[in-house]
Structure formats: C-alpha cells, structure tokens
C-alpha cells in the first residue's frame, strides 16, 4: 500500500512509519516537524538523543530496508499544498497524527489554547476537505483518544465508540439509537478529539470517506522493534510536564532519584498501551477498512487499566523510589473508576505487551541509560487548569522544593 503518515515524525508516528515500511508498504511521511519547535519554544529536548527527519531515514535506508518519503507540509496551514499532494499522489491510505496532542501544553495559557484549537481542528478538516475536493477514497486511520469519553465513574463499561440507547417515543414504544458515547473532555487538547469524532461522522455520512477512529490510552515505552535496531532510529521520549506521559515521567524520575510526582491523591485510573503493540494497532486497523458508506469505525486502542497511585507503587517497588502526593494542576476527578472494552482488536489478534512484563527492561534500556540527558528543573508539571489551581502550585512548599533540589 502507498500510506501518507501525517505527523510522521512524531512520537507514535515515527514508529508507525518504520513498522508500516518494514512491512513492504511505501511510506510518505508529511510533517511540518512542528514537535521539534515545541521543544525549543520550552527549551527541553527529548531524553533519546533524536537525530534529524533526513538522518533518521538515511540510516533506515542503508539498513537496507524500504526507503522513507518526507514532505515538508503544515496540514494545518497549507491546505492547497495538501490537496495538490494527496490528488497527485492518490495514497491508498492516509494514518492522521497531525495534531499537537498534550493535554498541558494546550492548557498553558490562552495562546496554547488557540494555537491547539486551531491547529488540531483545522488539520482533520484539511484532511477531509481535501479528500472530497480530489476525490480521493483512501482509507483515513486517525488516532484519537480515550479522553473523548471523558473520566467520570459510571460503573459501565465503556464500549468502542458507540453507545446503544432506548428513547421513549410520544405514543409511549420504544426506539433504540446508537449514538457517539457522549463526549467529556477534560482539556482543550481533549476537546479538540471530540470535535474531531463530529467532522468525521460528518464526512462519512455525506460524502461516504472510509474513517477509523482510534481512541487511544496513554502510551508508555520507547522502542519498537524497527526503533531498536540502529541507535539513530531511536524514538522520542518526553518526560517534561508539559509533554511527558505519567508512567515514561515515573521511570526516568525512579532513574535520577526524583520524587515520583502523583497528582493529588492517584486515585485517576486511566487505560494504557505499549507502544509496539499501539504500531500493532495501526496495522491491523489497516487491514480492516470499512466500505464507503458505513459509519466511522472506532477502536478502543488500549491494552490494560490502572490506578496512577498504583503505578507510582509498582515503579517504587522495582526501583526504590520515593513517592510525592502533589496539589493536581488539572481539574479532574480525584477518584474515578474505568471499565473498557477493546474486545475488537483482541478479536483481530492482538497479544497485549502487559505492564508486569515490559516495565524493568524500560527503566533500564532508556530511562538509566539516558538519564545524563534529564534536566530536574524540567520534571515539575506546572501547567495549571485553572488560576486558581495556578496559585495553589505557586504557594506549595514540596512543589518548589522538588523543582529546585528534587530531593528529601
Ligand atoms: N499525572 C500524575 N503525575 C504526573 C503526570 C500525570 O499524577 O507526573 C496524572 C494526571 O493528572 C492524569 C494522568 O496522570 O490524571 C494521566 O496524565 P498523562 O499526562 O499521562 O496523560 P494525558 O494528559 O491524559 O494525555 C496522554 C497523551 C494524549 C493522549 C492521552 C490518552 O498526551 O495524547 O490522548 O494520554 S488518555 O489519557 O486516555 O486520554
């Protein structure tokens, strides 16, 4: 297959192209290597030394393997480049990761939220629009998010995208719906998913594209198979707070002796995949396209729940560290319960890489190996929902002392 990977050099995208392309299939990455800007903008780098777009495909090229395609294009900003491309090219099918995807950076301030507002929104729709406007009947794999469903604790649980429901007509029977699970952002990096999940019911039905929506958990790990196969193809790892996900943060924290940073009490319970078997997912939804005309599909694209508290504990077992309850910057439930199906992608053969398993091979393979490159002073997640949640963080005695020394 011909794929255009949008955001392809990102943090799921790069080891998407790379197992994609290792498959035999040929691989155009379209990015406007906005991620690398970001960096900069907050002046951190990724823990993995990460070489340039170019290198990184030069030495997956003389590995001898299918060689890369990069195009420099902001989806976002340049919509009649994108559609020249893509009615030029005509890609079988297109995986879409071109959106600015933390939750705290998009919460930073008012800029930040325009910025992933804009951003986010504007490339889906760029996407579509131009997907129409030449005609195209490729195949769009778009990687969304649990959060569309929001946190609260219901008890049920959470079915892959849609939720069947009963409505009592005026002559007192019964009509039976299946409607989008309602969405419940908790950021406006979230809320940008949800807004997504509407244009592409919208393209579906009117204009019958082929859409997979992924609603993914958070990932933890760094290599891949294709990843760990020369030191330049190394993936990115982010453990900063404004990009770095909650268990890669806790590993590399158990690596330099800093106190794990447990939002509040921990009693969040979010769904989590590594990220080999989230490339594994990418590929398998690949392989099952809906017909043109049938609703999006959409996947629970996650392997397993847990308990962010639980998780500091399991890291402190394995490691010794020590565990820091700090004041939530977020405005989330203190506690909440999640129940989720992802029983289509087990149905397609996905052998789940389970936590228990994979996690010392981490903190030894990546985080101590790299932990020279960490910079303490960047640990902190200091992105606050609320002002007044920003000033609860300002005036905290532990916070400022972890920021400054990270220690006891
Ligand atoms: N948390 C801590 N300590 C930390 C960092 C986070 O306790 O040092 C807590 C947060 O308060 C939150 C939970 O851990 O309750 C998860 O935070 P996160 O930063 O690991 O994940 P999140 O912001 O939800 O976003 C990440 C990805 C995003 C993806 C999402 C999947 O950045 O792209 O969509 O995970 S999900 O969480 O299922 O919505």
Redesign the pocket.
């Known amino acids: 297959m011909k794929i255009a990977v949008l955001g392809g050099d990102g943090f799921v995208g790069w080891p998407t192209c790379l197992h994609m392309a290792a498959k035999g299939h040929e691989i155009h990455i379209i990015d406007n290597l906005s991620r690398r800007w970001v960096d900069t903008e907050l002046g951190v780098q990724s823990l993995t030394p990460m070489d340039s777009i170019q290198e990184r495909m030069r030495v997956w090229r003389d590995l001898g393997e299918t060689p890369l395609h990069f195009h420099l294009i902001d989806v976002a900003g340049e919509y009649e480049r994108l559609k020249s491309w893509l009615g030029e090219e005509r890609p079988d099918a297109i995986i879409h990761f071109a959106e600015q995807?933390?939750?705290?950076y998009s919460m930073k301030s008012d800029r930040h939220k325009n910025y992933t507002v804009s951003n986010n929104v504007n490339a889906s729709h760029n996407v579509l629009n131009a997907m129409v406007a030449v005609g195209l009947d490729a195949h769009l794999v778009h990687l969304?998010?649990?959060?569309?469903y929001g946190?609260s604790t219901v008890g049920a649980t959470i079915p892959e995208g849609y939720l069947p429901v009963q409505l009592k007509l005026e002559s007192g029977e019964m009509a039976e719906q299946e409607i989008l699970y309602p969405a419940n952002p908790?950021?406006v990096?979230?809320m940008t998913?949800c807004l997504d999940q509407l244009l592409f019911q919208f393209y579906a039905k009117n204009d019958r594209l082929r859409i997979t929506d992924l609603h993914?958990?958070?990932?933890w790990g760094t290599h891949t198979d294709q990843t760990r196969r020369h030191d330049q193809l190394i993936n990115r790892f982010d453990y900063d707070?404004d990009?770095?996900?909650?268990?890669n943060?806790?590993l590399i924290q158990a690596a330099v002796d800093y106190p794990?940073?447990?939002?509040?009490t921990?009693g969040?319970t979010?769904?989590f995949i590594h990220i080999q078997d989230s490339v594994r997912c990418i590929e398998l939804a690949l392989q099952e396209p809906p017909t043109a005309g049938d609703r999006v599909r959409i996947f629970n694209q996650?392997t397993e729940t847990h308990r962010?508290r639980d998780l500091?504990e399991l890291v402190s077992r394995l490691t010794g560290a020590r565990i820091a309850y700090?004041p939530?910057?977020?405005k989330?439930a203190d506690e909440n319960d999640l129940v989720v199906t992802n029983k289509q992608f087990l149905a397609l053969g996905l052998d789940p890489i389970k936590l228990e398993d994979g996690l010392l091979n981490e903190v030894v393979d990546v985080a101590q190996k790299y932990a020279y490159r960490i910079d303490r002073s960047r640990i902190p997640?200091v992105s606050a929902w609320t002002k007044e949640r920003a000033a609860r963080i300002e005036t905290n005695p532990e916070r400022q002392k972890f920021a400054v020394v990270g220690g006891d």
């Open positions: 995807r933390a939750a705290p969304g998010t649990m959060g569309v946190y908790g950021s990096y979230h998913k993914q958990g958070i990932v707070g990009y770095g996900t909650v268990l943060r806790f794990l940073t447990v939002h509040g921990g969040q979010r769904a996650m962010v500091a700090l939530n910057p977020r989330e997640s």
